[in-house]
């Protein structure tokens, strides 16, 4: 089965929104965080931001091409005005909420989907100028045939 990046996008929007009851930004993936303006408490926003295709396969118009496409979910969180223990909080509500969202996507609807998904990073930072929100990124590796017809 062939999936393209896009169908990856908004299966794992979906399922995070499901999951935590969080509002998808209005803003894409590329602008989230980069002013205040896209930032809402339990806000995120779902990227795709390349694919790169496994060298070594045969590439097949019937079963498409083995590829290896990066997902990106960026979230914010609010702050309270506690110092640390606020931002403790606001980490522990936000990263780890979803990433126990997506650790519970059931594995079957990802292999149903011929998709495998692979968490590689996190990072989290509070914007210059709005010390108001944590914001932060989970970057996953999703491996799957993308359609080539």
């Not at 295709?53 to 979230?75: C, F, I, N």
């Amino acid at each position: 089965m062939t999936v393209s990046a896009r169908e990856i996008r908004v299966f794992v929007a979906r399922e995070i929104k499901a999951r935590t009851g969080w509002m998808e930004s209005r803003a894409s993936y590329d602008l989230f965080g980069r002013d205040t303006r896209p930032l809402r408490n339990e806000a995120f926003a779902v990227g795709v931001p390349d694919s790169a295709a496994e060298p070594l396969d045969r590439q097949r118009a019937s079963t498409g091409m083995h590829t290896h496409t990066a997902v990106g979910v960026k979230w914010s969180m609010a702050l309270g005005l506690g110092g640390p223990d606020d931002y403790d909080a606001a980490l522990l509500r936000g990263e780890e909420r979803l990433l126990a969202a997506l650790e519970a996507i059931p594995a079957g609807s990802m292999r149903n989907l011929g998709v495998s998904l692979l968490v590689l990073s996190m990072t989290r930072s509070v914007p210059a100028g709005d010390e108001s929100y944590l914001t932060g990124e989970i970057r996953m590796m999703a491996s799957h045939m993308y359609p080539l017809a």
